[in-house]
């Protein structure tokens, strides 16, 4: 089990992190050989370019990250086996987050300054993504983060994969509207994403007639939700609202069943949950529950038919897919699509390539395209209920690619949350 080590710690992490950054600086980058620029240093002298993989291996998180390193090592195989990029096969650095902020930091630090990689792919809690964005900052070098978040957020050195809150929670809220909910109980792991989501959950309530009748946080990683679950069922809330992540999610839903509370009576909705979780926890604490998300392994098309084929046959036929792998999958194809274009792995201009604008791809949950300026993807909202099979089926779609929007700047009930 880890530990959060509190604000002090991450403080001289990131201290630390940035008195190092600022060593690792030099000349402009060249691709011929070791890069010394300004900002991050890639090694380009071999046959090899390296790109780091930072995902929690062990932890709490690891019930969810383990997968997405996986993913995002098959997408690297399928490019080095097509030729790599640029002439240069990829050599994927994987280092474990562990659960715990400050390790985060750390070896994103490593993978910067020591393996000198040419990007970083990784992170799944906002808690992770904030203690290593000012190491990916002061270095200047890329982090591809593959998770939905609470958006409110852009840096000049992420490139987000994952949906922002217009592409999931605040969809995921226009359709319990539309079923007729008129009341919420709130209930997260307690930390920045689900504080954060539960702030704009609120606005978007007060704005729509819904109700806020309780809002209820566990440490991440807790196992004990009685109390919590006693005070839900109590509420008579028409739907719960879940941002609880990592294993947290296991014990919440043993507790939910035990108490009598079904999805029929009072359905949970949770932005954390995909089919990597559901076995995990077990169906029948979760059939019939709903999730939002903008892929399931179920979502139609040859993309992913072609996804789905390949990771069973790599790492299993009882392996799932889930939205997170997918987009850390369709990360890696991105900064490909983004390093081509730009003809360099330079990070400066792999960013500028990605501000031009045309970079899409064909992915497993249908077409995405960066958005240069905020340097997010357009993707599709989608509402899922969960199968007795665990699997995941689609009960509701945006139809089409939904344009990231982080700060929320087209809803006027949002005003004043950033």
Not at 349 to 355: E, L, M, P, S, T
Not at 383 to 394: V, Y
């Amino acid at each position: 089990m880890f530990k959060i080590r509190g604000t002090r710690a991450l403080a001289v992490v990131v201290a630390a992190v940035s008195v190092t950054a600022l060593t690792a600086c030099g000349a402009k980058t060249g691709d011929s050989g070791t890069s010394t620029t300004a900002g991050a240093v890639v090694d380009t002298s071999g046959p090899t370019v390296k790109v780091g993989l930072l995902n929690s291996l062990s932890g709490t998180m690891a019930i969810s990250e383990v997968t997405v390193r996986d993913s995002l090592k098959l997408a690297i195989d399928e490019i080095n086996a097509s030729g790599g990029v640029l002439g240069k096969q990829i050599e994927p650095v994987s280092e474990d987050g562990a659960s715990d902020w400050p390790t985060f930091a750390e070896k994103a630090q490593k993978l910067i300054s020591q393996d000198k990689v040419a990007a970083v792919f990784g992170c799944w809690t906002s808690a992770s993504r904030k203690a290593v964005k000012p190491v990916f900052e002061k270095n200047k070098a890329l982090l591809f983060y593959p998770v939905q978040y609470e958006g409110l957020e852009e840096s000049p050195y992420i490139f987000y994969t994952g949906a922002t809150t217009n592409q999931q929670i605040v969809p995921a809220l226009d359709y319990l509207k539309a079923q007729g909910k008129t009341s919420l109980y709130l209930v997260g792991s307690d930390y920045v994403f689900p504080r954060t989501a539960n702030k704009i959950i609120k606005a978007y309530a007060t704005a729509n007639g819904m109700k806020v009748l309780g809002e209820d946080y566990a440490p991440l990683g807790s196992t004990e939700f009685s109390t919590i679950v006693n005070k839900v069922k109590a509420s008579g809330a028409s739907a719960v609202f879940n941002t609880l992540n990592g294993d947290s999610n296991v014990a919440f839903f043993k507790e939910y069943k035990s108490a009598g509370l079904t999805a029929a009576a009072m359905p949970v909705v949770s932005v954390s949950i995909a089919e990597e979780e559901v076995k995990s926890i077990g169906t029948q604490y979760l059939a019939d529950q709903l999730t939002a998300w903008n892929y399931y392994q179920t979502t139609a098309g040859a993309a992913n038919d072609k996804f789905v084929k390949a990771y069973k046959a790599k790492y299993g036929a009882d392996k799932p897919t889930s939205d997170p792998m997918e987009a850390a999958y369709t990360s890696v194809y991105l900064w490909k699509a983004m390093v081509e274009k730009a003809g360099s792995f330079d990070v400066e201009k792999v960013k500028a390539a990605a501000d031009a604008g045309g970079i899409t791809y064909a992915a497993p949950e249908g077409l995405v395209t960066v958005d240069g300026p905020s340097q997010h993807v357009y993707k599709t909202a989608r509402i899922g209920k969960i199968g007795p099979d665990g699997l995941i089926k689609e009960v509701w779609s945006s139809g089409q690619p939904i344009k990231p929007d982080p700060y929320l700047k087209d809803y006027s009930w949002a005003t004043g949350l950033a």
